[in-house]
């Protein structure tokens, strides 16, 4: 649903502060490709639902996957969803708190999505997945069986319906506020990661790899 000029379709537009959205594809995707986790959000029967999950983006592609049972990936035939990803990167403290913010980029991919049924392009997307959340994992670890693959629901959407929405920067007080004797500024935060803990069941004293104690986002 884009415009015949390729531009942002009028539903992904953003209305609310507008100089903070970005629609190039390099944009989006740099979003997409550091976050961990997207709130997917359908219409159902019941009435509509946003649940979280994993995802991937293979080029043009965001990948999904779960349980069959799994109610938005059952329902996946041709459903529209909406996913979102959000990057929390800092809190922007201000002089008034009606300036309060938060730095942040996100996006947001609108369109229908389709059952990957073939198993080898299933397994592949499911690589995908996996190396999306820890890169080098996929060849340190036995392939897929196909029961897996076949157990698997594995949902594709384009990524060609997005924007994304930028804050950045320090608070925006009022003029008269900046006299103040008030501290105002922008408190970073990220992900911050622990000291592996080894599984207790390991076959032997296994050294941890160093996909996983260089892990960063
Ligand atoms: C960080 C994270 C990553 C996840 N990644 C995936 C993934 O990649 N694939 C996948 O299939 N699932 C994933 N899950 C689980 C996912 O959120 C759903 O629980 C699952 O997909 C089942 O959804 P459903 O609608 O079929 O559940 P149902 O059991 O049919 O939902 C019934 C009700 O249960 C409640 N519910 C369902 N899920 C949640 C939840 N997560 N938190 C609170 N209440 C809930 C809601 O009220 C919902 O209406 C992830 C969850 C988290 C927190």
Same mark, same amino acid.
């Given at each position: 649903m884009q415009d015949d000029d390729g531009g942002a379709s009028d539903r992904i537009?953003? #209305? #609310?502060?507008?100089? #903070?959205a970005q629609y190039d594809r390099d944009a989006i995707n740099e979003i997409l490709d550091e976050g961990l986790l997207a709130h997917v959000g359908m219409v159902t029967p019941e009435g509509p639902i946003v649940i979280p999950m994993l995802y991937a983006r293979d080029g043009e592609l965001l990948y999904l996957h779960g349980s069959p049972a799994s109610r938005l990936l059952r329902e996946g035939r041709g459903v529209q969803l909406c996913v979102t990803v959000s990057l929390v990167d800092g809190l922007v403290v201000a002089r008034s708190l009606a300036h309060h913010s938060m730095n942040y980029r996100s996006v947001v991919v609108m369109g229908e999505a389709s059952p990957v049924e073939d198993l080898t392009e299933k397994s592949r997307a499911l690589d995908v997945i996996s190396e999306h959340v820890i890169p080098g994992r996929v060849a340190a670890t036995r392939p897929h069986s196909e029961k897996e693959v076949k157990g698997t629901l594995v949902l594709a959407m384009s990524i060609s319906e997005a924007s994304a929405k930028v804050r950045s920067g320090p608070p925006i007080d009022e003029e008269e506020d900046y006299l103040l004797d008030t501290w105002a500024g922008v408190l970073p935060i990220g992900i911050e990661v622990g000291t592996p803990l080894p599984d207790p069941r390991l076959a032997s004293d296994i050294a941890v790899p160093e996909h996983i104690t260089k892990w960063r986002r």
């Open positions: 537009t953003v #209305r #609310r502060m507008p100089e #903070r």
